[in-house]
């Protein structure tokens, strides 16, 4: 009776184990999809950039007098095969058409929520993680980087100053 007893103990210790680990492993599934739902917009806005940077790049071994002639038309923007691509509704991500809603608008809107954001901060030193608590956005490292990626973008066009290690403040 006591063996039994015993194993009735390992099972139920291992059956708790295993739902405090199933919890963990959803919370770490979910921060990795608003990661990777970053990731994929990122790569998409880098994908058009550099497909209308390519169009105006004369081809290789061509004068630049010749190059608006032979530029070609623009065409669909090339998909590396090995990088994995998500459906936009299954990510988070904002698609291209109208018919955005939800989650998948937060997305697509992240430089205009910063810019609205820092518009009313006045001449203030302000963090990435406190830009995406102020916009409601998870404060997972996953939501935190994607803020911090569209700060540094912005900062590239000047619309934001960085005003030292991580603290940005509006231009």
Do not use: C, W
Request: hydrophobic fraction near 40%.
């Amino acid at each position: 009776m006591v063996s039994v007893t015993h194993a009735a103990h390992h099972i139920e210790v291992t059956a708790e184990s295993l739902q405090e680990d199933l919890a963990r492993l959803e919370v770490q599934k979910q921060a990795l999809e608003r990661e990777l739902a970053a990731v994929v917009t990122h790569l998409g806005s880098v994908q058009r950039a550099l497909s209308a940077l390519q169009i105006l790049m004369p081809p290789a071994g061509s004068s630049s007098s010749d190059a608006a002639a032979t530029t070609p038309a623009p065409g669909p923007s090339v998909v590396d095969p090995a990088v994995p691509t998500a459906a936009p509704q299954d990510q988070g991500v904002a698609p291209e058409s109208s018919e955005v809603t939800g989650e998948q608008n937060k997305y697509g809107k992240l430089t205009e929520q910063i810019l609205d954001y820092f518009s009313g901060a006045g001449d203030t030193d302000i963090r990435a993680r406190d830009v995406a608590a102020a916009l409601g956005r998870a404060t997972d490292s996953g939501s935190i980087n994607a803020v911090r990626s569209t700060l540094d973008r912005l900062v590239g066009t000047a619309r934001i100053r960085r005003t030292g290690r991580g603290l940005y403040r509006a231009a």
